[in-house]
């Protein structure tokens, strides 16, 4: 079985993470889909990418370890992390590059880069369980995955700065009420949901679809790929701060971290 699977249901796309029950980001889920990215791009008269998961999660982000604080790739040090970092973003931040709309059908949680995926959709459906969460300020590392541009677009600055400084929670009604999600419905509806939300998509022009895609993005200077630019290096620079050391191991200790400011 892969990590991600990739599946047609005439001319809409079925993209789900299959590393239940948490879909971490582990280097052989973000290769698959990649991969399955790829795949895609080489099949004709499809319309819509539904992105989904198997099991009780969404994404819960990043697998944090003993080894996440300093790994070094490439160029070494803190250059070599921000290009390893900004490696394990452009797998999720491709779907911007495609030619066709894409949505989201988050179940459970959507944590870290869970959420920068979910975000990089360009619609969110929802149920009142689904939990939208950046703990980053938790974890003593700067947020990744585009979060910095995303969450201030689509939920303005203030919401954005409650959930990035303090590492609020959004659960799925209220993301609805945000901006943040679409629809919201009962959790044994999302899936039919997202397919009738697709279906939806794909029964417009294809062409004014694409174009007012790209116009609407172009107007509103869409761009994600320079705030992950930013916040890799940043992420590397946090990564050797004590503080990151302590908010991991706190994380994975399950207990209130004790930052120093270091």
Wanted: aromatic share 6%; charged share 20%; hydrophobic share 45%.
């Amino acid at each position: 079985m892969s990590e991600v699977t990739l599946t047609r249901q005439g001319d809409i796309a079925w993209m789900r993470l299959n590393q239940p029950p948490r879909n971490t980001m582990t280097p052989e889920l973000m290769s698959a889909f990649a991969r399955r990215i790829e795949e895609l791009k080489s099949w004709s008269n499809i319309r819509v990418l539904v992105v989904a998961s198997v099991g009780r999660h969404f994404c819960a982000g990043a697998e944090l370890t003993k080894d996440t604080h300093g790994a070094d790739a490439g160029l070494g040090g803190p250059p070599g992390d921000a290009e390893r970092l900004r490696g394990l973003y452009v797998p999720f931040l491709s779907l911007t590059e495609l030619n066709i709309p894409s949505v989201a059908v988050v179940q459970g949680a959507a944590v870290g880069g869970g959420l920068g995926l979910a975000c990089a959709c360009d619609f969110r459906i929802v149920a009142p369980c689904t939990r939208f969460a950046a703990p980053f300020v938790r974890l003593g590392i700067h947020p990744g995955m585009a979060l910095t541009y995303y969450l201030p677009a689509l939920v303005g600055l203030p919401r954005a700065l409650d959930m990035l400084l303090i590492g609020r929670e959004v659960l799925g009604e209220e993301a609805l009420d945000w901006g943040l999600a679409n629809r919201c419905v009962a959790r044994d509806r999302l899936e039919s949901a997202g397919q009738m939300f697709a279906e939806a998509l794909a029964a417009g022009s294809p062409a004014v679809v694409q174009w007012s895609r790209r116009a609407i993005y172009r107007a509103v200077q869409h761009n994600p790929h320079g705030a992950a630019d930013i916040e890799s290096l940043a992420q590397a620079l946090t990564f050797l701060s004590k503080d990151a050391v302590e908010g991991v191991q706190a994380f994975r200790e399950k207990r209130p971290p004790e930052f120093q400011g270091d």
